[in-house]
């Protein structure tokens, strides 16, 4: 029976062995023995472990250890000579013949037990450490603490690793998932003794089951071991065994992704335990549970990544010369390519950009983390951000120099970008020898792989050509492309560098239009299809290219191969839809057929109740337009009134991105419901307006009226990290109350946007839901949180408020098109009108169709004033300006009709066949036959190749 005085000092001793004070275990051991003569077990016990502690302070390893290990070939603690251990055996061996049979003594020698094996496992005898361990505990201890709590976690751990290390892997695995079951079950694992010991135990089970050697380990297993780990590891500071650490979650956010793609991610939580799975048919799961899972996967991955950052940058510093990051380029390139599966709104594709500026302090004109900032500023929309980058990477990997730009500025104007400056295209001769004689001697460019390189030069293209308009930095960055796969003989990009050769001087082509750059665009997309047949992108941009040289039938049957490749693809539909159109094609039935079936490939635009701004739905609703212009063309146009009310109804679904934030977002809507306002003008201004004043006054006080209940709807449909706008809402106030009454205030369950980052609330779940909330909480912010707050609109979200608005205006253009040709003035003006409120700033075709209804009415200086407001809105726009001298013409003025269209003729309108038609009306009025006869051979030429639609609609980069 021990005295009260020895329970209060066996109580301090456990204290001490649970704080590791081994210093003070000799005193303790000491008075033990004094006021409890009887306790051999406890005394020689705790002696014989602080000698076994010095000998392991002795063998102390260096954090370093542990920085080259990977899931096949694990650190190993030094090993300690068994003879040197012998002694400690031995005491531990005196220990253990007390016979006493009270419980106290029993628990001590268990105790005992466990240190012994632990003299065995530390110099490598594991067979001998399962021989004492494999039977020691038959059920766990029943208070969760103290030191004999600590022991028990420390003999499933050696005995787990004695099993991993004598190759006997399905009792290793079992052993390990009992820690794991540990760590899970325990409420407060803050103990010092019972964190060291799990994040031992669970380094080596999350390596062994990654590892080439266990093949048996199952999904489930294994993700239990690495959220286990992290949250054995979240209660720690971010210094704490973090060469471990890192090695670990580095290699978990490879398998969580590789999991993921491969379809065996398994959430914390199963979809089917939820609350919202109870209440969703079987048709709606299916989709319902791979957003949840994607939406876990998203968070689950993150939280990895922001410890990752977190354990780099607290070993890593600013390099010095010629150093090289190698632990930030390493997590940069990891946390790329898992982003990449995780997607992101604008928010969280802001605080991607974010983490790699971050890198950048860290790193010293690293290409790698350039390379990546390219790709995101691009993602982001913040073109004009990514055109620095794309700058800066060029020069860190000797693509560019200084004499090479100079020589660009020297060089001939090819082309006009935009805002009507040139733009020189350099020689390629020249460029390809700067290439050769600018590589920076940098010990980063030698990583940058071919692959690397051609990869920016390629997206740089697609920025240029599909967003950006300037075709001659488009021909630029593929010549680039193409010198580095001629210089590093990477054959396997061939067709990939001549692709982008032919798109970009098919688009230099389209906005200068010169004979030469369509045979080299022709002539490298060619050589492209030669390198690989079976690319359905080569096919369609060639189709491309052959339709706007005017070869139709080429054309439909290169289309036609690519819609073979990819039938999903929509702009072939289109594209193969605008041919059949072509009368040379004779084929209006086909073209209504054929545009039937590529709108019936995109069901999801017609079913989701809301729909993001893409370029996807763009060509949608274009292909759409054609189709009521086909209908319309075939059936007449009161036949046509169904396709433009679907046409309305799609465009109802829209959400775009908000270029103005919440606290004034009322003016937004205000704004762009006057169209004009946005732009700082008004309405009835110097140019004046298209309709009746009153028509006008009421649309705006409509719009005013409504901006505040249209911003509450507004919010109410917000995504999760940015809110975008309902075009419905911003355009036409009717439309709002029918959304929210078919609806509601919100998006469905099912919609993606619905389905945001949301905390889980589940209370009662133990497991491995809690491994996953423990790292959650230990990382206050999650890694792509934009710690900005609110930033100024992207380019790309300037462009798309510009398309949407351009794509509104084109709708109501096309309804006044409509009543034009079936006689209704007054609806057709009526029309026009909601097309100004939309845009009268910058789209002249509300000006020419203005001018059109009133030649109609024969009021011809009305007329000529909207086509010439029209040219004050774009100065070189064709339609506008042959309309103009068409009217001229009517009233005679034939000499000021002939100057027009020659301008037009010889210059962007050099494909319109009424241009050349009335151009050759004149020559006619004017006895010049020659020129006559050549201008209608010329016009009936290009009205039999001419289509319903421009081929210029269509995006010529995939």
Known sequence: MLTNKAIVIAKDIDLARCKSNWQAIPELARRFKKHNPNGIVLQQSILAECSLNQLLSQKQESKQAFINDTPNQVTLSSRIDPNVLKPIQQQLSVALTDKEGSPETKSYIQMSKVILAETYFISGEYSKTIQILLHLYQQSPEVNSGYAYILYLRAMVMKAISFELLNEKEKALESFNDIVIFVNGSPNLIERGLVEWAEKGLYRATLFALSDRCQTAYVPQVMNFIRAYQKTCSSQSNTWRIYKRLIVTRYSSKYLADIYQAGAYLPPVDYKLTEEAKQLSESQYSMAREAYNHQLFSIEIMQLHT????????????????????????????????????????AEKRGFVEVLNRASLRTFNSACVTRHLFHALVKLGDFEEA????????????????????????????????????????????????????????????QETAENKIGVLTGAVKMYCQELAKGAEAVTMAELAFAVYNEEKCHEFGAQVYRILGVSFGFLASQKCRPEYHEKALSALHKSLELDTQCWETYYQLALQLAEMRDILKAVTMVSQSLQLKPSYLPSWHLLTLLCTCPIK??????????????????????????????????????????????????????????????????????????????????LHESISQGNARYGMVLSGSLGNIVEPSIVSNSVNRARSTSNASTFTTRSVSSFTGRRLHLAEMFDTASVKSVQGKSGSKPSLLDPKSLVRKDMNYAGTT????????????????????????????????????????????????????FLQQGKIDEALKAVGEAEN?????????????????????????????????????????????????????????????????????????????????????????????????????????????PIQSFTILPRFV
């Open 307 to 346: 410890v990752y950052e977190r354990l780099v940058y607290a070993i890593t510093q600013f390099p010095k010369s010629g150093q090289v990051n190698t632990l930030v380029i390493d997590f940069i390139d990891r946390f790329a390519k898992d982003f990449e599966l995780v997607g992101g709104t604008e």
């Open 387 to 446: 055109e620095l980058a794309l700058r800066t990477y060029l020069y860190l990997v000797g693509l560019e120099s200084k004499p090479l730009v100079e020589s660009r500025m020297t060089a001939p104007a090819l082309a006009s970008d935009t805002s009507g400056e040139s733009m020189p295209v350099p020689d390629y001769q020249v460029e390809s020898l700067e290439v050769g004689q600018n590589k920076l001697q940098d010990p980063q460019q030698s």
């Open 586 to 667: 004779e084929g209006m039935d086909q073209a209504v057929k054929t545009c039937e079936l590529g709108l019936h490939e995109s069901p999801t635009v017609i079913k989701d109740s809301w729909i993001d701004f893409s370029e996807d739905v763009s060509q949608y609703i274009l292909l759409q337009m054609t189709y009521t212009l086909l209908v319309a063309r075939v059936h007449g146009p009161e036949q046509a009134s169904v396709a433009q009310e679907n046409l309305f109804q799609t465009f109802g679904k829209i959400l775009v991105p908000e270029l103005i934030a919440d606290s004034t977002s009322n003016l």
């Open 767 to 818: 497991g491995s839901l809690g491994s996953f909330q423990s790292i959650a909480s230990s990382t206050h912010h999650t890694l792509l949180e934009n710690s900005a707050g609110l930033s100024r609109p992207t380019t790309l979200a300037k462009l798309q408020h510009q398309r949407s608005c351009k794509i509104l205006c084109d709708l109501w253009l096309l309804s006044a098109e409509s």
């Open 838 to 946: 939309v845009d009268w700033t910058t789209h002249a075709g509300v000006w020419c169709l203005l001018g059109r209804i009133r030649l109609v009415q024969k009021q011809y200086k009305k007329a000529i004033i909207a086509f010439e407001k029209g040219l004050v809105t774009k100065p070189n726009d064709v339609e506008c300006r042959v309309w103009l001298a068409k009217t001229h013409l009517d009233l005679g003025d034939v000499e000021i009709a002939e100057g027009i269209l020659e301008n037009v003729t010889q210059e962007n309108g050099w494909d319109n066949s009424l241009a050349w038609f009335y151009l050759g009306e004149i020559y006619r009025m004017t006895d010049r036959t020659e020129r006559t006869k050549n201008c209608f051979f010329y016009a009936l030429e290009l009205e039999s190749t001419t």
